[in-house]
C-alpha cells in the first residue's frame, strides 16, 4: 500500500503460504500430521516405482553398450581383446546383479501394511539401496585398478546423490542430506586415495589447477540441486495436502448447502417448480456479478409458474367458534394454541401422505396425490379429516376451550403453483378447490364432509356415512354442479391405527429440520465425523503419479467435453487439454523465484570456480562473461530475496512497519518479476543460454591441433605436462551435469520450454564429445574396461537427463494437479456462495430477513416465533368476478405480479409487507417493523436490525400509539394505488381479444388496524403470518365490503379523518362473531383520488417520490394525466407483451 514520500507497507501474505516452515506448521495446525504421513508413504512408493522404471532403463543402457561393445570388438576380431573379453562381463554381471539386489531390497516398500507399522524400514532400504549402488560401482573401479591396473572414473556418484534427493522413500529431509553427505564423502575418499595417490598429495593439490577442490565443490552442487528438489516437492505436496483438505471442506459445505436449500424449498414448492426458481436466481446473481443487470421481470420471467393436477383430494378444515376465541383469548394465547394445533396437523399430514398448503387464520387446508400421485389420496385425506378432529378434541379436554373442527373433503382435478413477484407461497385454484372449500363451509362440527367425488374415490369401506346437511343440499355451487355430499363421523379401523400417527410435533421431525440444523452447524460432532471420513477417503484417493495403468487406460477413453479426474485432464506432455486453463497455469505467480534465482547463483558461482581451477590457459571472454553473469545474479537474487529479509526483520514483529522508498522500489520489482511470465522465461533464459554459452567458451578455448601433438609426444616421449592447456573432460561433463540441472530447477517456466531447453544442452555437448573434441575426450578416463570414454561422457549426460526428466515431470504432475484443484476450489466456494446466496434470496422472499436465523434453529425444534405489535394496519383485498380457469390464472398471475412490484416502490420509506395471496384475496400489512415490536418470543439483536424485511429504512421511528397510527395512513395509500394499479391492467385487456371480459376491473377492500401478533406457527412449509383481531376483522371487511370501495372500522377512520381524508358512514354492518358494527367507506371520487377533508395531522413525509406511487397522496395537487401514463409505463402492465 503506497504512501505519501514513497514510503510503503509490506504484505507479505502469500508468500508466505509457499514457504516450506508456513505450511509444515498449518498442517500441524489442521491435525493432519498422521494423513499426511500415511500420504506421503504412497507419494513415496510411487517415487519408488518411478525409480524402478529408471533404474531398469539405466541399468539397461548401460549393459547394452557394454554387449555392443564386445559385439563390436569381436567384430574387428582385436586379438587382444579376445583374451579379455571377461573383463566387461564381469561389470555386466556386477550392474545386473546390484540392479536385482535393490529392486528387491526396495519392494517391501510397497507392502503398506507393513511399512506402516514399520516407517524405519523405508530409510534403512535407502541406505542399503544407495550404499550397494556406492560399492558396486566402487568395486568394478578398484577391482579393475589393482587387479588389472586398469584406472577407471566412478559411474553413479551424480546419479546415487539424484536418487537420494529425489525417489528414495526418505520421508524426512534431514535423513536424506545425511545420507547424500555420507555417500559423497565415500566417492571422496576413494578420489582421495585413489586418484589423488594419498592424503598427502590430496592436500598439497587440494586448491591446485585441476585439484581436488573441483570435485568437492560439484559433489557440493549436486547435493544443493538434490535438497533443492527436495525442498519443492516438499512445498509442492504440502500445499496440494491443504489444498485437497480446503477442497474436500468446501465440497461437504456446498453440498449441505444445496441440500439444505432442496429441503427448505421442499417444504415450500414442489421441485418442478423450485428448480426453475433456483436456477433462475443464480443466473441473475451471475449477470449482476458480470455487471450485465437484471431485466425487471419477475423471478419465472413472467411465466406463470403453474401445473395441472388431475386425481387429487382437498381436504379445507376450519376452527369453529375461532372468530369468539379471538375476543377472549390474548392474542399471545391465541397463535400459541395455533401452534400447537397447527404443528400437530403437519405431523398428521406428513403421516397420511398429504402436503399442507398453507393456512388463513383458523382455515387450514391440504392435499392428497399432488407431489407423489397415489390412488389412496381419498382415504389419506379423509383419514386426516378424522385425525385432526380427534386432535382438537384433546386440545378442547387438555386445554378447556369451547372449539371444534369443520372439515370438507372434495376429489377432482387443480391447478397449483405460484403467483406474484414477492413472497412467493405454493397454492392452489380451481373449481374443486371451491367445492371443497364450500363442503367444509356446510360441513358439521366433528365429522368430515365429502362429495360424491371423494367417496367414489374411497378404496376401503371403513366409514359410516350419512347423508349431508340440508344448507349443503341448497347451497347454489353444489345444487349446479349436482354434487350430493356425505357426513362421515367415525372410522371403523380407528382404534387400530391409533398408534400409527404422531401424537405430538416434538417428537418427530417432518421434514428433518433437525438434520438441517446440523448441516448448518461446523462445530457439530455428527458434521466432523462425515467431514474426517471423506477427508480420510479423498486422501485414500489422491493421484500420486501419473504412471499408472488405469490412469492411462482412463487418459485413453477420455472423450470430449467430460470432465474427469484432475490427473486424467492432462495430455502425455503434461499440458491441460483445456488450452484457456492452461493459460491460466501459466500466468500464475512465482512464489518459489527466490529459491531458483538462489539456486541458479550457487551453482552459476560454483561454475566459476570449477572453470577457475581446470586449467591455467585463460582466454578474457573466459572471464568477462562468468563475471557479468555472477554480477547479474546477485542484482536477482538481492532483489528475490529482499522482501523475505525485510519481512523476517521487521514485517513479523510489527506488521504496520513501514519501509523507504528505495525498499518500495525494490519491492515492486520483484513483484513484477514473479508476476510476469514473460520476465520470468527472459531471465530463465538469459541464465540457460549464459551458462552453456561460457562452458562453450571454455571448452572452445582449446586448441584441438596442440592438444593432440603434445598428447603424443607424451606417449613417444614418456613425460607427462607441467600444465594443463586443455579442459578437463570429466570437469566439462559435470559442469554440463549442473547445467541440465539448472535447466529445471526454475519451477514456474512451461515444462516443454525446460525439457526444450535441456535436449538442446544435451544435444549440442553430444556434439562437442563425438565430433568437435572426440581426440580430448576419448583420452579421458574411462568407466569400464573398453569402454569408449565418449560413450561414458554421454551416458552420464543422457542418465543426468532422464533423472531429471522424470522428477521434472513428477513436480510437473504434482503442480498441475495442485492448480487444477486450486481452480475448483475457486469454483466451489464461488458455487458455495452463489448457493447461499440463493438460500438467503429464497428465505427472504418467504421469511423477514432478522426471522430466517429463528426459522433455521427455532423451527427445528418446532418452537414458535412470535412478535408482538401495537399497532398494525391489515388489508384483505379481493378480485372480484374472476373464474378459476387457466385463462383467468394467468391474468391473476399478471395482477399480482404488478401488486407486488407497486410494492416494491413502498419500500423506500414504509414498512408495508405482503403476508399472503390466498385464492383471489391480496393480504398485507403496514407497520411489522421489528423496530415497532413491542415484545417477541426470543431475544434478538435490534442493534444489528435497522431496516425492514427487505433492507429498507423504517419510517421515523415512533414515539407513543399515536405516532404509530400513521400506519392506517399508509396501507389506505396503498390500497388506493391498488385499486389504480388494477384499472391500468383493466384498460390493457380491454384492447387484448379474449381477455376483454376475463377482468372486470372492481376490487373490494377491507382494512382494520389494531394490535396483531406475528410469527411462524406449524411444524413445516414456513410462512410469516398475523393474527388479531384486526386480521379477523379486515377479512369481515372486505367480505361485506362493496365493489370498488375500501370498508374500514370504525377506528382506522378516524384516523384517515385525522389526516385528512374523508371517510364515509356506511351504517351497521352484520360481522360473523361480532355481530352489527359500524363500518366506513373511504372517500374516493371517480378518478381514483382520496377525497380530503379539514387536516388535523401530517404525515411523517410530506412529500412522496412519484416513483414510489402512480400519482402523490401526500401532495394533494392533482398529477396530470400525461405523468400519470409516463410512470405506469414504468412499472406497469406491458400491452404489447400480451399481444
Same mark, same amino acid.
Given at each position: 500500500?503506497?504512501?505519501?514520500?514513497?514510503?510503503?507497507?509490506?504484505?507479505?501474505?502469500?508468500?508466505?503460504?509457499?514457504?516450506?516452515?508456513?505450511?509444515?506448521?498449518?498442517?500441524?495446525?489442521?491435525?493432519?500430521?498422521?494423513?499426511?504421513?500415511?500420504?506421503?508413504?504412497?507419494?513415496?512408493?510411487?517415487?519408488?516405482?518411478?525409480?524402478?522404471?529408471?533404474?531398469?532403463?539405466?541399468?539397461?543402457?548401460?549393459?547394452?553398450?557394454?554387449?555392443?561393445?564386445?559385439?563390436?570388438?569381436?567384430?574387428?576380431?582385436?586379438?587382444?581383446?579376445?583374451?579379455?573379453?571377461?573383463?566387461?562381463?564381469?561389470?555386466?554381471?556386477?550392474?545386473?546383479?546390484?540392479?536385482?539386489?535393490?529392486?528387491?531390497?526396495?519392494?517391501?516398500?510397497?507392502?503398506?501394511?507393513?511399512?506402516?507399522?514399520?516407517?524405519?524400514?523405508?530409510?534403512?532400504?535407502?541406505?542399503?539401496?544407495?550404499?550397494?549402488?556406492?560399492?558396486?560401482?566402487?568395486?568394478?573401479?578398484?577391482?579393475?585398478?589393482?587387479?588389472?591396473?586398469?584406472?577407471?572414473?566412478?559411474?553413479?556418484?551424480?546419479?546415487?546423490?539424484?536418487?537420494?534427493?529425489?525417489?528414495?522413500?526418505?520421508?524426512?529431509?534431514?535423513?536424506?542430506?545425511?545420507?547424500?553427505?555420507?555417500?559423497?564423502?565415500?566417492?571422496?575418499?576413494?578420489?582421495?586415495?585413489?586418484?589423488?595417490?594419498?592424503?598427502?598429495?590430496?592436500?598439497?593439490?587440494?586448491?591446485?589447477?585441476?585439484?581436488?577442490?573441483?570435485?568437492?565443490?560439484?559433489?557440493?552442487?549436486?547435493?544443493?540441486?538434490?535438497?533443492?528438489?527436495?525442498?519443492?516437492?516438499?512445498?509442492?505436496?504440502?500445499?496440494?495436502?491443504?489444498?485437497?483438505?480446503?477442497?474436500?471442506?468446501?465440497?461437504?459445505?456446498?453440498?449441505?448447502?444445496?441440500?439444505?436449500?432442496?429441503?427448505?424449498?421442499?417444504?415450500?414448492?414442489?421441485?418442478?417448480?423450485?428448480?426453475?426458481?433456483?436456477?433462475?436466481?443464480?443466473?441473475?446473481?451471475?449477470?449482476?456479478?458480470?455487471?450485465?443487470?437484471?431485466?425487471?421481470?419477475?423471478?419465472?420471467?413472467?411465466?406463470?409458474?403453474?401445473?395441472?393436477?388431475?386425481?387429487?383430494?382437498?381436504?379445507?378444515?376450519?376452527?369453529?367458534?375461532?372468530?369468539?376465541?379471538?375476543?377472549?383469548?390474548?392474542?399471545?394465547?391465541?397463535?400459541?394454541?395455533?401452534?400447537?394445533?397447527?404443528?400437530?396437523?403437519?405431523?398428521?399430514?406428513?403421516?397420511?401422505?398429504?402436503?399442507?398448503?398453507?393456512?388463513?387464520?383458523?382455515?387450514?387446508?391440504?392435499?392428497?396425490?399432488?407431489?407423489?400421485?397415489?390412488?389412496?389420496?381419498?382415504?389419506?385425506?379423509?383419514?386426516?379429516?378424522?385425525?385432526?378432529?380427534?386432535?382438537?378434541?384433546?386440545?378442547?379436554?387438555?386445554?378447556?376451550?369451547?372449539?371444534?373442527?369443520?372439515?370438507?373433503?372434495?376429489?377432482?382435478?387443480?391447478?397449483?403453483?405460484?403467483?406474484?413477484?414477492?413472497?412467493?407461497?405454493?397454492?392452489?385454484?380451481?373449481?374443486?378447490?371451491?367445492?371443497?372449500?364450500?363442503?367444509?363451509?356446510?360441513?358439521?362440527?366433528?365429522?368430515?364432509?365429502?362429495?360424491?367425488?371423494?367417496?367414489?374415490?374411497?378404496?376401503?369401506?371403513?366409514?359410516?356415512?350419512?347423508?349431508?346437511?340440508?344448507?349443503?343440499?341448497?347451497?347454489?355451487?353444489?345444487?349446479?354442479?349436482?354434487?350430493?355430499?356425505?357426513?362421515?363421523?367415525?372410522?371403523?379401523?380407528?382404534?387400530?391405527?391409533?398408534?400409527?400417527?404422531?401424537?405430538?410435533?416434538?417428537?418427530?421431525?417432518?421434514?428433518?429440520?433437525?438434520?438441517?440444523?446440523?448441516?448448518?452447524?461446523?462445530?457439530?460432532?455428527?458434521?466432523?465425523?462425515?467431514?474426517?471420513?471423506?477427508?480420510?477417503?479423498?486422501?485414500?484417493?489422491?493421484?500420486?503419479?501419473?504412471?499408472?495403468?488405469?490412469?492411462?487406460?482412463?487418459?485413453?477413453?477420455?472423450?470430449?467435453?467430460?470432465?474427469?479426474?484432475?490427473?486424467?485432464?492432462?495430455?502425455?506432455?503434461?499440458?491441460?487439454?483445456?488450452?484457456?486453463?492452461?493459460? !491460466?497455469?501459466?500466468?500464475?505467480?512465482?512464489?518459489?523465484?527466490?529459491?531458483?534465482?538462489?539456486?541458479?547463483?550457487?551453482?552459476?558461482?560454483?561454475?566459476?570456480?570449477?572453470?577457475?581451477?581446470?586449467?591455467?590457459?585463460?582466454?578474457?571472454?573466459?572471464?568477462?562473461?562468468?563475471?557479468?553473469?555472477?554480477?547479474?545474479?546477485?542484482?536477482?537474487?538481492?532483489?528475490?530475496?529482499?522482501?523475505?529479509?525485510?519481512?523476517?526483520?521487521?514485517?513479523?514483529?510489527?506488521?504496520?512497519?513501514?519501509?523507504?522508498?528505495?525498499?518500495?522500489?525494490?519491492?515492486?520489482?520483484?513483484?513484477?518479476?514473479?508476476?510476469?511470465?514473460?520476465?520470468?522465461?527472459?531471465?530463465?533464459?538469459?541464465?540457460?543460454?549464459?551458462?552453456?554459452?561460457?562452458?562453450?567458451?571454455?571448452?572452445?578455448?582449446?586448441?584441438?591441433?596442440?592438444?593432440?601433438?603434445?598428447?603424443?609426444?607424451?606417449?613417444?616421449?614418456?613425460?607427462?605436462?607441467?600444465?594443463?592447456?586443455?579442459?578437463?573432460?570429466?570437469?566439462?561433463?559435470?559442469?554440463?551435469?549442473?547445467?541440465?540441472?539448472?535447466?529445471?530447477?526454475?519451477?514456474?517456466?512451461?515444462?516443454?520450454?525446460?525439457?526444450?531447453?535441456?535436449?538442446?544442452?544435451?544435444?549440442?555437448?553430444?556434439?562437442?564429445?563425438?565430433?568437435?573434441?572426440?581426440?580430448?575426450?576419448?583420452?579421458?578416463?574411462?568407466?569400464?574396461?573398453?569402454?569408449?570414454?565418449?560413450?561414458?561422457?554421454?551416458?552420464?549426460?543422457?542418465?543426468?537427463?532422464?533423472?531429471?526428466?522424470?522428477?521434472?515431470?513428477?513436480?510437473?504432475?504434482?503442480?498441475?494437479?495442485?492448480?487444477?484443484?486450486?481452480?475448483?476450489?475457486?469454483?466451489?466456494?464461488?458455487?458455495?456462495?452463489?448457493?447461499?446466496?440463493?438460500?438467503?434470496?429464497?428465505?427472504?422472499?418467504?421469511?423477514?430477513?432478522?426471522?430466517?436465523?429463528?426459522?433455521?434453529?427455532?423451527?427445528?425444534?418446532?418452537?414458535?416465533?412470535?412478535?408482538?405489535?401495537?399497532?398494525?394496519?391489515?388489508?384483505?383485498?379481493?378480485?372480484?368476478?374472476?373464474?378459476?380457469?387457466?385463462?383467468?390464472?394467468?391474468?391473476?398471475?399478471?395482477?399480482?405480479?404488478?401488486?407486488?412490484?407497486?410494492?416494491?416502490?413502498?419500500?423506500?420509506?414504509?414498512?408495508?409487507?405482503?403476508?399472503?395471496?390466498?385464492?383471489?384475496?391480496?393480504?398485507?400489512?403496514?407497520?411489522?417493523?421489528?423496530?415497532?415490536?413491542?415484545?417477541?418470543?426470543?431475544?434478538?439483536?435490534?442493534?444489528?436490525?435497522?431496516?425492514?424485511?427487505?433492507?429498507?429504512?423504517?419510517?421515523?421511528?415512533?414515539?407513543?400509539?399515536?405516532?404509530?397510527?400513521? !400506519?392506517?395512513?399508509?396501507?389506505?395509500?396503498?390500497?388506493?394505488?391498488?385499486?389504480?394499479?388494477?384499472?391500468?391492467?383493466?384498460?390493457?385487456?380491454?384492447?387484448?381479444?379474449?381477455?376483454?371480459?376475463?377482468?372486470?376491473?372492481?376490487?373490494?377492500?377491507?382494512?382494520?388496524?389494531?394490535?396483531?401478533?406475528?410469527?411462524?406457527?406449524?411444524?413445516?412449509?414456513?410462512?410469516?403470518?398475523?393474527?388479531?383481531?384486526?386480521?379477523?376483522?379486515?377479512?369481515?371487511?372486505?367480505?361485506?365490503?362493496?365493489?370498488?370501495?375500501?370498508?374500514?372500522?370504525?377506528?382506522?377512520?378516524?384516523?384517515?379523518?385525522?389526516?385528512?381524508?374523508?371517510?364515509?358512514?356506511?351504517?351497521?354492518?352484520?360481522?360473523?362473531?361480532?355481530?352489527?358494527?359500524?363500518?366506513?367507506?373511504?372517500?374516493?371520487?371517480?378518478?381514483?383520488?382520496?377525497?380530503?377533508?379539514?387536516?388535523?395531522?401530517?404525515?411523517?413525509?410530506?412529500?412522496?417520490?412519484?416513483?414510489?406511487?402512480?400519482?402523490?397522496?401526500?401532495?394533494?395537487?392533482?398529477?396530470?394525466?400525461?405523468?400519470?401514463?409516463?410512470?405506469?409505463?414504468?412499472?406497469?402492465?406491458?400491452?404489447?407483451?400480451?399481444?
Amino acid at each position: 500500500m503506497p504512501l505519501p514520500g514513497g514510503r510503503c507497507y509490506l504484505n507479505y501474505a502469500r508468500e508466505r503460504q509457499w514457504e516450506p516452515g508456513y505450511l509444515k506448521a498449518k498442517c500441524a495446525e489442521l491435525h493432519l500430521e498422521n494423513e499426511f504421513r500415511l500420504y506421503r508413504i504412497r507419494l513415496w512408493n510411487s517415487y519408488l516405482f518411478s525409480f524402478f522404471v529408471l533404474h531398469i532403463a539405466v541399468t539397461f543402457l548401460h549393459v547394452c553398450l557394454l554387449l555392443a561393445i564386445v559385439q563390436y570388438l569381436y567384430i574387428k576380431n582385436i586379438f587382444f581383446f579376445s583374451k579379455n573379453s571377461n573383463l566387461i562381463y564381469v561389470d555386466v554381471t556386477i550392474s545386473i546383479g546390484c540392479s536385482l539386489v535393490i529392486i528387491l531390497a526396495l519392494s517391501v516398500n510397497f507392502c503398506d501394511d507393513f511399512i506402516a507399522r514399520h516407517t524405519w524400514y523405508m530409510y534403512a532400504s535407502s541406505i542399503f539401496a544407495s550404499l550397494t549402488l556406492v560399492f558396486s560401482d566402487l568395486t568394478v573401479c578398484l577391482y579393475h585398478t589393482y587387479v588389472h591396473n586398469w584406472q577407471l572414473g566412478t559411474l553413479y556418484d551424480t546419479y546415487t546423490i539424484y536418487i537420494i534427493y529425489m525417489f528414495l522413500p526418505i520421508h524426512f529431509t534431514s535423513g536424506a542430506v545425511v545420507l547424500a553427505l555420507l555417500v559423497s564423502a565415500i566417492y571422496i575418499t576413494y578420489f582421495v586415495n585413489v586418484t589423488a595417490r594419498g592424503i598427502n598429495h590430496f592436500f598439497s593439490e587440494l586448491f591446485a589447477v585441476g585439484g581436488m577442490s573441483v570435485d568437492m565443490v560439484h559433489s557440493l552442487c549436486l547435493n544443493l540441486v538434490g535438497l533443492f528438489y527436495r525442498v519443492i516437492n516438499d512445498t509442492v505436496v504440502r500445499s496440494s495436502f491443504l489444498d485437497r483438505h480446503q477442497f474436500v471442506k468446501e465440497e461437504i459445505w456446498l453440498r449441505n448447502a444445496r441440500l439444505q436449500e432442496k429441503q427448505l424449498l421442499d417444504t415450500i414448492l414442489p421441485p418442478q417448480i423450485s428448480r426453475p426458481l433456483q436456477k433462475d436466481i443464480k443466473n441473475r446473481i451471475v449477470m449482476m456479478k458480470h455487471g450485465n443487470g437484471i431485466r425487471s421481470l419477475s423471478a419465472l420471467e413472467r411465466t406463470m409458474a403453474i401445473q395441472l393436477h388431475p386425481d387429487v383430494s382437498i381436504l379445507y378444515a376450519d376452527v369453529v367458534n375461532y372468530t369468539h376465541l379471538t375476543t377472549t383469548l390474548t392474542v399471545e394465547k391465541l397463535v400459541k394454541l395455533l401452534h400447537d394445533l397447527y404443528g400437530r396437523f403437519d405431523m398428521a399430514a406428513y403421516q397420511f401422505k398429504v402436503q399442507r398448503i398453507k393456512f388463513l387464520g383458523d382455515c387450514y387446508y391440504c392435499v392428497a396425490g399432488l407431489s407423489d400421485p397415489t390412488p389412496d389420496h381419498a382415504d389419506n385425506c379423509v383419514s386426516l379429516g378424522l385425525y385432526m378432529i380427534t386432535i382438537i378434541m384433546e386440545v378442547r379436554k387438555a386445554q378447556g376451550l369451547d372449539i371444534n373442527m369443520r372439515i370438507g373433503v372434495h376429489s377432482g382435478n387443480l391447478f397449483a403453483g405460484v403467483i406474484g413477484e414477492t413472497k412467493l407461497q405454493f397454492d392452489i385454484w380451481g373449481l374443486d378447490v371451491t367445492i371443497a372449500n364450500v363442503l367444509e363451509s356446510t360441513g358439521l362440527p366433528g365429522c368430515v364432509h365429502i362429495s360424491s367425488a371423494t367417496l367414489n374415490c374411497l378404496t376401503e369401506q371403513r366409514y359410516v356415512f350419512e347423508d349431508g346437511p340440508e344448507k349443503a343440499r341448497d347451497h347454489p355451487l353444489l345444487d349446479k354442479h349436482r354434487i350430493r355430499t356425505y357426513i362421515i363421523r367415525e372410522d371403523l379401523q380407528d382404534e387400530e391405527n391409533d398408534n400409527s400417527v404422531v401424537g405430538s410435533p416434538n417428537e418427530v421431525s417432518v421434514f428433518n429440520l433437525e438434520s438441517r440444523q446440523r448441516l448448518s452447524d461446523n462445530t457439530n460432532e455428527t458434521l466432523k465425523e462425515i467431514f474426517n471420513a471423506e477427508l480420510h477417503e479423498e486422501f485414500r484417493k489422491m493421484p500420486v503419479s501419473e504412471f499408472s495403468l488405469k490412469s492411462l487406460w482412463n487418459i485413453y477413453r477420455r472423450k470430449d467435453g467430460v470432465k474427469g479426474p484432475a490427473h486424467h485432464q492432462l495430455n502425455i506432455c503434461l499440458t491441460f487439454y483445456d488450452s484457456e486453463l492452461d493459460k !491460466v497455469y501459466l500466468k500464475r505467480t512465482d512464489f518459489m523465484f527466490k529459491y531458483s534465482i538462489l539456486l541458479s547463483l550457487c551453482i552459476g558461482l560454483s561454475l566459476m570456480y570449477i572453470e577457475t581451477m581446470d586449467s591455467t590457459e585463460k582466454c578474457d571472454n573466459c572471464i568477462f562473461m562468468p563475471s557479468s553473469l555472477a554480477i547479474i545474479q546477485l542484482i536477482l537474487t538481492f532483489i528475490a530475496w529482499y522482501k523475505k529479509i525485510c519481512w523476517t526483520r521487521y514485517g513479523r514483529k510489527n506488521p504496520s512497519h513501514t519501509y523507504s522508498r528505495f525498499s518500495c522500489i525494490i519491492f515492486r520489482i520483484y513483484e513484477k518479476i514473479i508476476g510476469s511470465l514473460l520476465i520470468r522465461i527472459f531471465i530463465y533464459l538469459y541464465l540457460v543460454i549464459s551458462g552453456f554459452s561460457l562452458l562453450c567458451l571454455i571448452v572452445m578455448s582449446c586448441d584441438r591441433d596442440e592438444f593432440q601433438l603434445l598428447f603424443i609426444e607424451e606417449r613417444v616421449f614418456h613425460y607427462e605436462q607441467s600444465e594443463k592447456i586443455c579442459f578437463h573432460p570429466w570437469v566439462a561433463t559435470n559442469m554440463v551435469s549442473l547445467l541440465i540441472c539448472t535447466t529445471f530447477t526454475f519451477a514456474q517456466i512451461p515444462f516443454l520450454l525446460k525439457v526444450t531447453m535441456a535436449v538442446l544442452q544435451t544435444l549440442g555437448y553430444l556434439l562437442i564429445v563425438f565430433f568437435q573434441f572426440e581426440f580430448v575426450y576419448h583420452h579421458s578416463i574411462t568407466t569400464n574396461p573398453y569402454f569408449p570414454t565418449e560413450y561414458a561422457h554421454a551416458l552420464i549426460i543422457v542418465v543426468t537427463l532422464l533423472t531429471m526428466l522424470l522428477k521434472e515431470r513428477q513436480i510437473e504432475f504434482a503442480n498441475k494437479v495442485n492448480f487444477n484443484w486450486r481452480v475448483d476450489l475457486r469454483k466451489k466456494e464461488s458455487d458455495a456462495k452463489l448457493t447461499n446466496h440463493s438460500i438467503i434470496i429464497i428465505l427472504n422472499n418467504i421469511l423477514p430477513s432478522h426471522i430466517v436465523d429463528v426459522y433455521i434453529h427455532s423451527q427445528a425444534k418446532h418452537e414458535l416465533y412470535y412478535e408482538n405489535y401495537q399497532m398494525v394496519s391489515v388489508m384483505f383485498a379481493m378480485l372480484m368476478n374472476f373464474e378459476m380457469d387457466l385463462r383467468s390464472l394467468r391474468i391473476l398471475n399478471e395482477i399480482i405480479t404488478e401488486f407486488d412490484l407497486l410494492l416494491l416502490f413502498y419500500k423506500e420509506y414504509y414498512s408495508v409487507t405482503k403476508i399472503k395471496v390466498v385464492g383471489c384475496t391480496y393480504m398485507a400489512a403496514c407497520g411489522l417493523d421489528l423496530s415497532f415490536a413491542g415484545s417477541t418470543s426470543k431475544s434478538l439483536n435490534r442493534d444489528s436490525i435497522d431496516s425492514d424485511e427487505d433492507g429498507n429504512l423504517a419510517f421515523l421511528q415512533p414515539q407513543s400509539k399515536r405516532d404509530l397510527e400513521e !400506519v392506517v395512513f399508509v396501507m389506505t395509500s396503498y390500497a388506493l394505488d391498488m385499486m389504480r394499479t388494477l384499472a391500468k391492467c383493466t384498460k390493457a385487456y380491454e384492447n387484448i381479444p379474449g381477455d376483454k371480459n376475463a377482468v372486470d376491473g372492481t376490487m373490494a377492500i377491507g382494512i382494520s388496524s389494531g394490535e396483531v401478533m406475528a410469527g411462524i406457527v406449524g411444524a413445516s412449509q414456513p410462512h410469516y403470518d398475523i393474527w388479531g383481531n384486526p386480521v379477523n376483522m379486515a377479512s369481515r371487511m372486505e367480505s361485506t365490503g362493496l365493489p370498488g370501495q375500501i370498508q374500514v372500522t370504525e377506528e382506522s377512520a378516524r384516523i384517515l379523518q385525522e389526516f385528512g381524508i374523508a371517510c364515509k358512514y356506511r351504517g351497521l354492518t352484520f360481522v360473523k362473531g361480532r355481530g352489527e358494527i359500524p363500518t366506513y367507506l373511504v372517500g374516493i371520487d371517480d378518478k381514483l383520488n382520496f377525497i380530503y377533508k379539514e387536516q388535523h395531522r401530517v404525515p411523517s413525509h410530506v412529500e412522496r417520490s412519484t416513483v414510489i406511487s402512480l400519482q402523490a397522496t401526500y401532495n394533494r395537487s392533482e398529477m396530470d394525466r400525461e405523468s400519470v401514463e409516463t410512470i405506469i409505463s414504468r412499472h406497469s402492465i406491458h400491452e404489447t407483451k400480451w399481444k
